[in-house]
Each structure stands twice: as C-alpha cells, then as structure tokens.
C-alpha cells in the first residue's frame, strides 16, 4: 500500500517509509555530502504546528563557561607530507598518492601544507618540487611549505626550488628551545640566537617567507624564548611556531606559553603570526588546538589521521571536525573523511574502527534501542531529527550516513529497517527468521548472512 506517496511496511502496527530510506544508507555509510541545513530547522508536529528542532537540544556547551572564539581568522597547517611521514610505522606513498592528498587539503580549506625537508636529499627534493608545482600550475588555494633546519643547506635547496617553481615556498627553520635540549646537544642560547637570526636573514634576504619553530617550547624557559623570538623577528620572521614537540603540555599549560608569546609577539610586531604545533602524546592534541587558537594563536598543525612521530600529530580532521561543530570554522567538509581514509590506506595505517567520526563504527549500530530511535526520527521525514538522535556529530555535516545493522542487541525494528533499505518484503515471517538468527549470534551478521537468509525464507515460501 502506498501513503503520501511513500511505500509503507506494516508488521505488529511499525511503519517503515521506505521513500525516506535513502541511497546512502544502501550504501553503508558512504552518502553524498548533504547540503548544509538552515539555522532554524522545523518540522510539523502531529498537531500541525512547526517543531524547531534545535530547541529539543539543550547545549551545555554554551549554557555557562565556553571557549570565546577567536577574533581572527583560523589557519590550518597540515603537516602529513612531512611530520606526518615521519612515523615509523607509515609506508611513504608514492607521488601520484601525494598528489592526491595535496587536492584533498585544498578541498577542505586547509591554508598551508608543508610538503617536506627538501635538506634530506635529492629524492625529498624532487618530492617538494612536484607537489609545488601541482599548486602553482593548478592555481590551489592551499599554500606550500617545507621544513629545514636553522642552516644555510637545509635552506638554499628551498631558495632552489622556489625560483624554479615560481613561488615563495615558506621555510619553516626549527631549532631545540629547551634545557633539556640544549644539555643532550652541549648547545647554549648564545649559540642557538646566532644561529637562528642567521638562517633567518639568509632566507628572508632571498624571498623566503620563514616560520621560525622552536622545538620543544613547551618545557622552554620564557626568557629563553623571548630571546628566541626577539631575534628571529628582528631578522625578518613573518611567523614564529610554538612547538609541543613531546607532547607535554595539558590546555592549561598551551593557554599560558601562547598567551606569553602573542603578547611578546604584539609587542615586537604585530604584523607577525603565531603557530601552534601539537602532537598526542597525552591524547591532548585536539583540546590543547583548541585552546591554542582560544589564547591568541593564528595558526594550528595537524594531521590526516594523526599520523606522526611516536603517538603521532594532532589529528587535523578531528580538530576541524570541532572547529566546525562549535561554529569557528564554515569549511565546506564533505571531503574529510574521504581524505582521512584515503591518507590511510595509502600510508598502511588502517583507521581504528572506534576512531570518532571516520572510523568505521562512528554511526553504525545494532542495538534496538538506538536503531528504534533513529528509525521513528526519520517517520517524522526528518535526517536533521535523524542524524541527532542518537549522535552528538551530525554524520550528514562531513558526507556520511547512520547506519543500522542486525545482531544479538537488535530489535525487530533493526530487521524491517534492514529489509526496507535493501528493497526486500517485510513480512512477519521473514522478519522473525531473521530475528531468530540474529539472536543466536555473536555478532552483527553481514550482509551476505542476512540475503543469504532471505533466499532461504524465500524457498521455503515457494514451495507452499
């Protein structure tokens, strides 16, 4: 029978409307992007009146204490072609795969990607030239750089490439700020200052725009740092990086040494930008980024994943992910878990399945409760219902989809719901045998179980 234009299945008084089933859940979680819903979503209620949906969310996100967002524009720094690349575990990609990742930060809005340590070698070389190129041929939005240690080698070969490529690659020069540092390497600041202007001056003397990267600044000493970034602003940085090389620091701590440098830096010259640099090591990456940019900060580094040295960088699409939930950011970010999956499974690092948002697990669920939840969400011809149910990320906000599966925890509303989506009867007995087998599982059957169990019921049915 049809209603309102909509197929309906009835089975013990429960509709399923298969029309508000869409392709993407057919396609297991990988929808189209959806087309960002208006502030104010209503829907008619059973009396006819207009529901605002966003008021059956009370946020105490915003209720009392919150984060103040920031006054100026947010930057992205990825750094998967280079800090990324660094963890042991990855396997480098080749070229074409590079190429493909650097498309995926420009279409995401990310502002700057650091595309390696041209000083390693000839092969890191011909590596930063290419995707250099990529960006100036193609006109991309996002912006290059490459890294180098505060020495005229790691440099020139920047220089080099720029004049081929036809266009300023940023240096990002870093250097160890810390005691702890400067005890292992028998340095002292004295050095590690004339060291620093100087590599600035040779950079910025041939066009090079430099972020000065202090490594390990969250263990520096403030004055050694201001005595760091005293030099390499006066000898021409356009951007100074504090860096949370192992992972040191909790919010508190990156709220404090941000605020220290944004008020050395406003005083030295305010033209000049201040980047944050995370990494995982406490699974602090994300907040501590959040408080960065909170605390003054311009820019923040990340990457795909989270991939990196040790426990890795901070995770950029997780940190957008949050940008864009709090309403920082307006990113166009459909193609983010695209890009996380993709960086993925190029490097060899599979994604965890519990891995929030793009992980394989973030909106699927077999539990009856849950699935009746979302189901009833969508009877009411809602996705924004739908989507928020049971899920404090909209999986529709970055191109995916709830989906709901069939196991021992499910309901019988799982089963119609899985028969609806795949255009398959829902009649009582078949519902039933599937239950049944569901039930005596120990885990969520797949799809071909589930047809398989279908066809069965199927020829059972054509021989009465």
């Known amino acids: 029978m049809t209603e309102n234009g909509y197929a309906v299945a009835r089975f013990r008084g429960f509709a399923v409307f298969e029309g508000l089933i869409t392709a993407e859940l057919r396609n297991r979680g990988t929808a189209q992007p959806t087309r960002s819903m208006p502030r104010r979503v209503t829907l008619k209620s059973q009396h006819g009146m207009d529901e605002d949906l966003e008021q059956l969310i009370y946020d105490w996100n915003v209720a009392g204490e919150k984060a103040a967002r920031p ?54 070389q011909k590596t930063v030239e290419r995707l250099a190129r990529e960006i100036v041929e193609n006109k991309l939005s996002v912006y290059p750089s490459a890294a180098g240690r505060t020495h005229e080698n790691d440099i020139k070969p920047i220089i080099e490439i720029s004049n081929r490529v036809g266009i300023a690659i940023e240096a990002d020069l870093f250097i160890g700020s810390s005691p702890i540092r400067q005890f292992a390497e028998e340095w002292n600041l004295d ?42 602003i006066e000898a021409g940085a356009a951007r100074v990086c504090v860096a949370d090389t192992v992972g040191h620091a909790t919010p508190w701590g990156v709220r404090s040494v941000i605020r220290f440098v944004r008020q050395l830096v406003d005083r030295l010259d305010p033209k000049v930008k ?111 219902l739908a989507d928020r149910v049971y899920s404090g990320v909209p999986a529709g906000m970055f191109g995916l989809a709830q989906v709901i599966e069939v196991g021992p925890m499910c309901g019988l509303s799982n089963v119609i719901y899985w028969l609806a989506a795949n255009g398959l009867p829902q009649e009582e007995s078949l519902v039933k045998q599937i239950f049944a087998l569901a039930k005596s599982t120990n885990r969520v ?9 279908v066809k069965k019921w199927e020829e059972t049915s054509a021989e009465y």
């Not at 963890?87 to 990742?101: A, H």
């Not at 059957?445 to 169990?453: A, R, V």
Request: glycine share 10%.
């Open 191 to 232: 050095w590690i200052v004339e060291q620093s202007a100087k590599a600035v001056r040779f950079a910025v003397s041939h066009g090079i725009p430099v972020m000065y990267v202090t490594e390990d600044t969250t263990r520096a000493r403030p004055e050694d740092i201001e005595k760091l970034y005293t030099a390499a």
């Open 71 to 124: 006054p100026r524009k947010i930057e992205f720094d990825d750094e998967t072609l280079r800090d990324g690349l660094q963890s042991p575990s990855v396997t480098d990609p080749s070229i074409d795969d590079k190429l493909r990742i650097l498309h995926f930060m420009n279409s995401v809005g990310i502002d700057n990607a650091d595309i390696g340590l041209p000083g390693a070698g000839p092969h890191v």
């Open 274 to 384: 201040v980047d944050w640099h995370g990494h995982q090591d406490r699974g602090l990456g994300v907040i501590n980024s959040i408080a960065a940019l909170e605390a003054g900060a311009d820019r923040v580094h990340g990457s795909a994943g989270g991939i990196g040295e040790r426990v890795g960088n901070t995770p950029m699409d997780l940190l957008m992910v949050n940008l864009k939930l709090m309403g920082w950011i307006d990113n166009d970010l459909s193609q983010l878990g695209e890009y996380v999956k993709f960086v993925a499974d190029v490097v060899h690092i599979p994604l965890h399945v519990l891995y929030p948002v793009f992980g394989r697990d973030a909106f699927r669920t077999g539990t009856g409760v849950h699935a009746a939840a979302i189901i009833k969400a969508k009877k009411k011809g809602s996705e924004w």
């Open 445 to 453: 059957l797949t799809d071909e179980e589930l047809h398989g169990c």
